[in-house]
Every structure is written in structure tokens, then in C-alpha cells.
């Protein structure tokens, strides 16, 4: 099974911050990964697909990068209502895994 | 628009089973993978199961496998799991997930409230 980690866990952040998370994948995955955002008692929503696609109606402050093992899900000013928890998921073979997550918190 | 939503769950006894259903509307459902994911209470995303667009093929996360069975009807846009067995470790809010495919890259894009199983005796 592939997995996945996330670094950092928790961040600390304030609003007009720019934010940078990182996935790790334990072999190779190309480009299949994708990030989502879940805010408490919500369903996730799909951020960014194929490691930096935004998914259409997402703003552009969000941008993915990456192949292979390591990816980046990068917030350029973080707003008051990114405050949540980001998860990074991959597609290569099943069975499909999750990152552990990482939450984002007001400084 | 597109929506989704989970039914069946509840509080199920150890060993006991149910089914979940996800009605589907706004979309083609026949087009589309679907899948089950789970999230323990204050813990992360747990895949469960795909089902291929036309049913050909079901895949499984390891801790679910041989208990669980992911199931389709188009004829009702209706997704289905399974559980059988249930565990304390089951306890989860269950949603059911569309998948969408762009350029062979796939993404989950449109995702149930939820519905929540508690396994306790």
C-alpha cells in the first residue's frame, strides 16, 4: 500500500500569511494526487487534482506542485475562512490512501 | 446540481450488520465511479470502497475487506455498502463520493453530508 504523509500536523497562521504543506508519498505516484479542505462537521471539498489543477471555483490563492513522491499545497494569503483541515489523497493504486491531515489554526 | 445523501446509519450493536444507501441525483449516475470514505469521530479521512462506473470491478481498503460490500443499482441512482461483522472501530461518519476523471486524473469532487454509524453494545 502507498502511504502518505503530511508535515507539517498543525500550523499556526495568520490572515495574508502564505502557507505551505507538504505530502510525502512512499513510492511513486506521478502526478496522482489530489488535496482537499474539510472544515469542521462539513464534507471535504476537492481543492486540486493531478497534483496542481485547481478544481474549478476555487480560488487561485491555492496552487499545487509536485510528482513522483513529494507535493506541495501552497495558500498565497490565507484568508479567514481557510482555517481548516487539509488532506492529501493519492489515485496511483488502490487501495486509495489518505495523508494524516493537517490542521490550519489562527496564530 | 449535483447532490448526494447518505441514509441507513444509526446505533448497531458489535457483531451486527447494515446497509448504507446514497441516493444520487443531478448527474449521470451510471457515468460515474462512486465511493465510500469514513472518518472516525475527531480523526482523518479513511477510504473504504470504490465501485467502477458499470460495476465491473469493487476494490477495497485492507481493514474493511470480506465485511464490506460496495453495490450500485442505476436503475434507482442508488449506491450501497454493506457492513456486515460491525466492530467498535466501525464507528465513523460514512460519505458517499462521486469520482470525476479529467486528462486520466481522477479527483473526488462531490461528497454526501454523511451518515453516522455508532458500533456499541
Known amino acids: 500500500d502507498i502511504q502518505l504523509t503530511q508535515s507539517p500536523s498543525f500550523l499556526s497562521a495568520s490572515v495574508g500569511d502564505r502557507v505551505t504543506i507538504t505530502c510525502r508519498a512512499s513510492?511513486?505516484?506521478?502526478?496522482?494526487l489530489a488535496w482537499y479542505q474539510q472544515k469542521p462537521g462539513k464534507a471535504p471539498k476537492v481543492l486540486i487534482y493531478?497534483?496542481?489543477t485547481l478544481q474549478s471555483g476555487v480560488p487561485s490563492r491555492f496552487s499545487g506542485s509536485g510528482s513522483g513522491t513529494e507535493f506541495t499545497l501552497t495558500i498565497s494569503s490565507l484568508q479567514p475562512e481557510d482555517f481548516a483541515t487539509y488532506y492529501c489523497?493519492?489515485?496511483?493504486?488502490?487501495?486509495?490512501?489518505f495523508g494524516p491531515g493537517t490542521k490550519v489554526d489562527f496564530k | 446540481q449535483v447532490q448526494l445523501v447518505e441514509s441507513g446509519g444509526g446505533v448497531v450493536r458489535p457483531g451486527r450488520s447494515l446497509r448504507l444507501s446514497c441516493a444520487a441525483s443531478g448527474f449521470t449516475f451510471s457515468h460515474h465511479a462512486m465511493h465510500w470514505v469514513r472518518q472516525a469521530p475527531g480523526k482523518g479521512l479513511e477510504w473504504v470502497a470504490i465501485?467502477?462506473?458499470?460495476?465491473?470491478?469493487?476494490f477495497y481498503a485492507d481493514s474493511v475487506k470480506g465485511r464490506f460490500t460496495i453495490s450500485r443499482d442505476d436503475s434507482k441512482n442508488t449506491l450501497y455498502l454493506q457492513i456486515n461483522s460491525l466492530r467498535p472501530e466501525d464507528t465513523a461518519v460514512y460519505f458517499c463520493v462521486r469520482e470525476v476523471v479529467v486528462y486520466a486524473r481522477a479527483a473526488l469532487d462531490s461528497w454526501g453530508p454523511g451518515t453516522l454509524v455508532t458500533v456499541s453494545s
Open positions: 465501485i467502477l462506473y458499470d460495476g465491473s470491478d469493487k
Open positions: 489523497q493519492q489515485f496511483k493504486s488502490y487501495p486509495i490512501t
Open positions: 513510492q511513486g505516484i506521478s502526478s496522482y
Open positions: 493531478a497534483a496542481s
